[in-house]
């Protein structure tokens, strides 16, 4: 069971907008920044957004992060086939003392 | 460019040891915060140790006793040294460089997987 809460699958057609949930408390996105990863199977993970909303250089900018409160989104538009990966949302947890991963979220592009 | 090359990884029976090592290029792994992250065959990413550029370290609770991180300045790599080591701990452990001041990796490694099995 993870602290960070994420959806197991979400999924999208090309060209669509889709968004990735991810849940938590006061002790950790509540009173921290969230980071989001991407990661293709096979592969390590990528950075694809660092402190709520930045994106790394060479992140296209249709990849978007936004936190309210004790819940952060990651959300990406104009979606294509190469977007299929596994998005890992993760945050400092004040309780725990420790960096926390949310479950991971599978994304399908139909 | 930074690049992260971990190496070390294998099959090993319960109760033993390995040592895991990363090397790095393009920046300087004693000015860094550096992170390992493990993660099970099909499963989800899992903090396991970071290593701050003052030479703090911090663990998950469940290698904690087990596992030490630590950097080598000479050869500019970053390794993990495992005893004890449990079934459960079987997973790809990824070398990762954070973010500047972060608690999270901006950069990471291809992955070297430990297999602890009798």
């Known amino acids: 069971q993870s602290v960070l809460t994420q959806p197991p699958s979400v999924s999208g057609t090309p060209g669509q907008r889709v968004t990735i949930s991810c849940s938590g408390s006061?002790?950790?996105?509540?009173?921290?920044?969230v980071n989001w990863y991407q990661q293709v199977p096979g592969t390590a993970p990528k950075l694809v957004i660092y402190?709520?909303?930045q994106r790394p250089s060479g992140v296209p900018d249709r990849f978007s992060g936004s936190k309210s409160g004790t819940s952060a989104s990651l959300a990406i538009s104009g979606l294509q086939s190469e977007d299929e990966a596994d998005y890992y949302c993760?945050?400092?947890?004040?309780?725990?003392?420790?960096?926390?991963f949310g479950g991971g979220t599978k994304l399908t592009v139909l | 460019e930074v690049q992260l090359v971990e190496t070390g990884g294998g099959l090993i029976q319960p109760g033993g040891s390995r040592r895991l090592s990363c090397a790095a290029s393009?920046?300087?792994?004693?000015?860094?915060?550096m992170t390992w992250v493990r993660q099970a065959p099909g499963r989800g990413l899992e903090w396991v140790a970071t290593?701050?550029?003052?030479?703090?370290?911090i663990y998950t609770v469940s290698v904690k006793g087990r596992f030490i991180i630590s950097r080598d300045s000479s050869r500019n790599t970053l390794d993990l040294q495992m005893n004890s080591l449990r079934v459960e701990d079987t997973a790809f452990y990824y070398c990762?460089?954070?973010?500047?001041?972060?608690?999270?990796?901006?950069?990471w490694g291809q992955g070297s997987l430990v297999t602890v099995s009798s």
């Open positions: 990762a460089k954070n973010l500047w001041g972060n608690y999270f990796p901006e950069y």
């Open positions: 393009g920046f300087i792994v004693s000015s860094a915060f």
């Open positions: 290593i701050f550029a003052d030479g703090t370290t």
């Open positions: 006061s002790s950790n996105i509540g009173g921290n920044t």
């Open positions: 402190n709520n909303n």
């Open positions: 993760g945050a400092w947890d004040d309780s725990l003392k420790d960096p926390v």
